[in-house]
């Protein structure tokens, strides 16, 4: 999964996704920063680090207005707000006091806030305090944003912990670190680098970023990979060190592959085991992402998420396309699984047969749902109370992807494919061009023709089911007419795909 976050390069709009470790500086004395954050892990009775402290200053003109706020619902993750404790702030006239509100919750678990507003103007430099308390297992799942303890250590994204002020127009931030109460060895690693930091942006920016303390394992990329790095808390159940350096070749392949990012940014791989769900998933932001799952048993091992590493890298030049809230996962969540299998297959980073594995799982995972025609809308009021239908988008988007794909080299008679009509739209988005519905219905209807829009309102937005192209997904697979058995609904005939033995492994490797 993407964060739902538009990217922006250090204040220029840029929707494509862009390394926010590039926005960050190593601390020096010459570069003060307005906002100042420190942050502390802290363990209080228990042995294991479970919760931060957080200490920020922030210098304001006399009279302003001061309002902080805090998600109570993150993508899912519930109760941020409810599990900062211990609020203080203060300025030159004296302690601060608050009237709170919260938003109205939405209804498919997206982003609401807690506010809290100030009884009175405030001046000059305003200190706020708290404590925010790592979550406890249990609840319901979501992309791994809350703040977990493993491993000796705390991890999550900023909008799993941070209380900010609303509206604050700094342009720098320097966040610092106290790691007393952690276990000998212990580091602090972030999106945005590694200790102690200069952050370019405002406040807000902390948001999107993830956040690692404590005694956790390492790998750095060297060669043809620095600028590739990993961090882990817990006891991994495969080899860390050694699934690290594959993901740092898949990712300097990646850069070759898309070509567009040059030079290829940095990039940064964190990864936490936790006792007790939920704990599954990953999700990026920025040039970096989060891979969560269960820690198992000493003794027990489990393969690789090798899938998981790409999509997430991926997401780095898929990007996103500007729209409602959620509506968008089609282009964000679909063209990433699309150019996923597709990239591994191309790379050699998997098998011809596992490439049809993973389109059929997706042909399962979309046509044996009950709700596989739910439009758009209803998707994103279902939100993350449905794991299945959430990941509608996912399925659908690629199918709908891979049928494009084959009608352009089909119309064009093989002289451009997606990957050459996608190359200027992503090249353009990153220079601050405007990308978004209308924008796309442009660009497929000069390749398809005029009815690309009307397909589009159906496949995408209401949710009709179509028959993708039969050379969707390349010479070496056919597709194949299935009946669907689902529970509460009945048999539908859809598809799958065949593998075509005649076909040798290196034609369908350079499609």
Not at 296 to 302: D, F
Request: charged share 20%; net charge negative; aromatic share 10%.
């Amino acid at each position: 999964m993407n964060s739902m976050q538009v990217w922006r390069r250090c204040g220029a709009t840029a929707l494509a996704i862009l390394t926010l470790a590039a926005c960050a500086k190593p601390v020096t004395a010459a570069e003060p920063a307005t906002f100042q954050i420190h942050i502390k892990p802290v363990t209080g009775s228990k042995p294991q680090a479970d919760a931060l402290e957080v200490r920020w200053t922030l210098d304001l003109p006399a009279g302003s207005d001061f309002d902080l706020t805090a998600p109570i619902t993150y993508a899912g993750v519930e109760g941020v707000a409810d599990r900062i404790e211990s609020l203080s702030a203060r300025d030159g006239s004296g302690p601060i006091t608050f009237t709170i509100r919260d938003d109205p919750p939405h209804p498919g678990g997206f982003p609401h806030f807690r506010h809290w507003t100030a009884e009175r103007p405030v001046s000059g430099e305003v200190e706020v305090a708290y404590v925010a308390r790592a979550r406890s297992p249990g609840g319901r799942g979501g992309p791994p944003f809350d703040l977990r303890a493993s491993g000796g250590g705390l991890s999550g994204a900023g909008s799993g912990f941070l209380l900010l002020p609303r509206g604050a127009a700094t342009s720098r931030s320097h966040l610092s670190w106290d790691l007393a109460d952690l276990p000998g060895g212990s580091g602090a690693r972030t999106t945005f680098g590694d200790g102690d930091v200069q952050i370019d942006g405002p406040p807000s920016r902390l948001m999107q970023g993830w956040y690692m303390a404590g005694p956790f394992g390492h790998y750095e990329g060297a060669g043809d990979s620095a600028g590739f790095n990993a961090a882990w808390l817990g006891r991994a159940p495969f080899d860390a060190a050694a699934e690290m350096a594959w993901a740092a070749d898949a990712y300097a392949y990646l850069g070759e592959a898309f070509g567009y990012l040059d030079p290829v940014p940095p990039y940064r791989v964190f990864m936490r085991f936790v006792d007790g769900a939920p704990c599954g998933g990953g999700t990026a932001l920025g040039a970096s992402f989060m891979y969560a799952r269960c820690a198992l048993a000493e003794g027990e091992t489990a393969p690789s998420p090798r899938e998981t590493l790409i999509h997430e890298m991926v997401h780095m030049w898929v990007g996103g396309i500007e729209g409602p809230q959620g509506v968008t996962s089609w282009f964000t969540e679909g063209l990433t699984t699309h150019y996923t299998r597709l990239m591994m297959l191309r790379g050699g980073l998997d098998s011809v047969d596992a490439y049809g594995a993973h389109i059929n799982n997706s042909a399962q995972a979309l046509y044996g749902l009950a709700a596989q025609d739910m439009t758009a809308q209803e998707i994103v009021a279902v939100g993350f109370a449905d794991g299945d239908i959430r990941h509608i988008p996912y399925h659908r988007g690629a199918f709908y992807f891979a049928d494009l794909d084959a009608r352009i080299r089909e119309q064009s008679g093989g002289t451009r494919t997606l990957d050459t009509v996608l190359r200027p739209m992503f090249e353009g988005r990153q220079a601050g061009e405007i990308f978004d519905h209308a924008a796309w219905i442009t660009l497929v209807s000069a390749e398809i023709g005029p009815a690309a829009q009307a397909e589009f309102e159906a496949r995408i937005l209401r949710g009709e089911a179509f028959a993708p192209h039969p050379n969707a997904f390349g010479p070496c697979f056919a597709r194949r007419d299935k009946t669907y058995e689902i529970e509460g609904r009945g048999p539908v005939d859809r598809y799958e795909w065949v593998r075509l033995t005649d076909v040798p492994d290196d034609l369908c490797r350079n499609w």
